[in-house]
T-cell receptor, first 111, second 116 residues
Framework: AAGVIQSPRHLIKEKRETATLKCYPIPRHDTVYWYQQGPGQDPQFLISFYEKMQSDKGSIPDRFSAQQFSDYHSELNMSSLELGDSALYFC??????????FGPGTRLTVT | KNEVEQSPQNLTAQEGEFITINCSYSVGISALHWLQQHPGGGIVSLFMLSSGKKKHGRLIATINIQEKHSSLHITASHPRDSAVYICAARAVAHMNYGGSQGNLIFGKGTKLSVKP
């Protein structure tokens, strides 16, 4: 069965650079969630989208933005990167059942 | 105090032992998830519960809504069960999140190590 796809899997950026993370949900899933997991930390909710509209916002910095496109994939754009942005970024998708299926994550390292 | 508390934080067991991981939550929830995270980071959803009990192979998850408590049990544990197990609550409404549905509040995880 198709799973949630995230790209890239690993990304190394320098401070003050920008990064774009992509998430492709399971087919027919209409909701996408983004989570950030810092080293040794539990995941924290960033933002979610339902039917291409932002449905909720968590602890997402103003330097980050995200959107969901017509094909339901989502992109998380991160600007003016800081060392503290180094983390594992998970995307999850769900449909009417509300069960969230997680992608493998993108490991971002900011140097 | 965290809204989702797990215990124990670390657990070492011998192969074959019965394992229980506990989760308590203080928020109203619409569902509770048990997740498994292996070294390297990937998260797998094991169960989503809103009431009662679910079983999948050697894994059993229970939830008591009145007591705001859930448990994950692993029978006949095996070294390949070694991972971090995370309890995550899907809040009905939470003031910090504007009363939305869907996003999860995660516990700190329980690191399980099963020795052969």
């Amino acid at each position: 069965a198709a799973g949630v796809i995230q790209s890239p899997r690993h990304l190394i950026k320098e401070k003050r650079e920008t990064a774009t993370l992509k998430c492709y949900p399971i087919p027919r899933h209409d909701t996408v969630y983004w989570y950030q997991q810092g080293p040794g930390q539990d995941p924290q909710f960033l933002i979610s989208f339902y039917e291409k509209m932002q449905s909720d916002k968590g602890s997402i910095p103003d330097r980050f933005s995200a959107q969901q496109f017509s094909d339901y994939h989502s992109e998380l754009n991160m600007s003016s990167l800081e060392l503290g942005d180094s983390a594992l970024y998970f995307c999850a998708s769900s449909s009417d059942s509300y069960e969230q299926y997680f992608g493998p994550g993108t490991r971002l390292t900011v140097t | 105090k965290n809204e989702v508390e797990q215990s124990p934080q670390n657990l070492t067991a011998q192969e074959g032992e019965f394992i229980t991981i506990n989760c308590s939550y203080s928020v109203g929830i619409s569902a509770l998830h048990w997740l498994q995270q292996h070294p390297g980071g990937g998260i797998v959803s094991l169960f989503m519960l809103s009431s009662g009990k679910k079983k999948h192979g050697r894994l059993i998850a229970t939830i008591n809504i009145q007591e705001k408590h859930s448990s994950l049990h692993i029978t006949a544990s095996h070294p390949r069960d070694s991972a971090v197990y995370i309890c995550a609550a899907r809040a009905v409404a939470h003031m910090n999140y504007g009363g939305s549905q869907g996003n999860l509040i995660f516990g700190k995880g329980t690191k399980l190590s099963v020795k052969p």
